[in-house]
């Protein structure tokens, strides 16, 4: 959230270590404020209504955008503007303002603190992320983040303040404070650290087979987390044989594993195996990470014939044959002996 005419400041990192045309589109006026191979911090400057911010790169033919939400909201004023603007004409009319009036006098002094609304970050272990602590009034005292970490001033002016915190290895609470008047407010940055999947495994088992029997894909995503959100999906050429998106969290990172079991056809000697493995983390605050195994090839080879088959078929041959000869020399002796007899008996 942005107060209205205020500016926002927008990191736009990329899933990968080298992405092509990193822009931030939008019409309003931006001013890039540093930049390095991954990540660019753009600073958007009078932003007077609800709208999205598109962070956008191409890497390998493939192009990923990242959206920022912006909600513009209106900082209560407690008096007419315009002095001259009649009591019933003003922001809170004639008794609104005496009431906020008589709520000063009554709270003056006495100190009280505010606590914003949070605001969910995601960082890479070990990574730095941006804070932009902005006041909710023009002349705020004692502007500060507070943190155990090591923070750098990057730029600053009367209203705001902006850090870079380095080196976040652990789930941490940065909290930025500062005094209006009397009044005390504080604003939470909850920071969540993940660990993205860098490598991506893929093992066939075993890497020759024939045509007709079954083979193991084996895909591993080391140390990842969280496993929440994570997707692995295995491919042979551009068809999905399996997914699985996992369940749950994890405070340390886990590899991950996905096995699936399938039969060799002829064809899948002419493809390449693939495994995808897509962290999606944009409901917590991040973005999507995206990483593919190296391509395996499958040899297949023709069907071996059954040495078992064989051999019963072989057999069982052989006994008709014998089975055949018998009779046939049985009827044979049967024939000669009859003949024999008949000679005699005609003789």
């Not at 080298?18 to 589109?25: M, R």
């Not at 650290?193 to 007709?212: D, E, H, I, M, R």
């Not at 959100?229 to 050429?237: D, H, I, K, P």
């Not at 069907?303 to 078929?313: A, C, K, W, Y």
Request: aromatic share 10%; with cysteine; glycine share 6%.
């Amino acid at each position: 959230m942005v107060g209205s005419g205020e500016f926002q400041v927008i990191n736009c990192t990329a899933s990968c270590t080298d992405p092509k045309e990193l822009v931030l589109e939008t019409a309003l006026h931006k001013t890039l404020l540093e930049g390095q191979a991954q990540w660019k911090l753009f600073k958007v400057i009078n932003i007077s209504k609800n709208m999205e911010l598109m962070c956008s790169f191409t890497y390998g033919g493939r192009q990923e955008t990242k959206v920022f939400n912006i909600t513009v909201f209106c900082r209560p004023q407690l008096f007419p503007v315009n002095l001259q603007t009649p009591p019933e004409m003003s922001l809170f009319g004639g008794w609104g303002t005496l009431a906020a009036f008589l709520a000063l006098l009554c709270c003056r002094g006495s100190g009280v603190k505010a606590f914003m609304e949070p605001e969910h970050l995601m960082v890479e272990s070990g990574e730095s992320q941006f804070i932009n602590c902005t006041a909710s009034c023009t002349d705020p005292e004692k502007l500060v983040l507070e943190t155990e970490l090591n923070s750098i001033l990057l730029e600053s002016q009367a209203q705001w303040k902006l850090f870079q915190v380095d080196n976040i290895s652990k789930d941490v609470e940065l909290l930025c404070s500062f005094t209006c008047g009397d009044r005390q407010e504080t604003k939470v940055f909850i920071v969540t650290v993940f660990y993205p999947p860098k490598q991506v495994l893929l093992t066939l088992w075993p890497t020759s087979v024939a045509a007709g029997t079954l083979f193991t894909i084996e895909c591993r995503v080391p140390a990842v987390a969280p496993l929440e959100g994570l997707t692995v999906t295995l491919l042979r050429g551009t068809e999905i044989l399996y997914n699985h998106t996992f369940e749950g969290t994890a405070p340390s990172p886990h590899d991950a594993m996905v096995t699936y079991n399938t039969i060799a056809r002829k064809e899948d000697g002419h493809h390449n195996f693939l495994c995808e493995a897509e962290m999606d983390l944009r409901s917590r605050g991040g973005g999507l990470v995206h990483r593919v195994s190296d391509p395996q090839r499958l040899e297949v080879k023709e069907p071996e014939p059954n040495t078992q088959m064989v051999g019963l078929v072989t057999t069982v041959t052989l006994l008709l044959l014998m089975v055949v000869t018998l009779v046939l020399l049985y009827r044979y002796q049967w024939w000669t002996a009859f003949n024999t007899w008949y000679w005699w008996y005609n003789r």
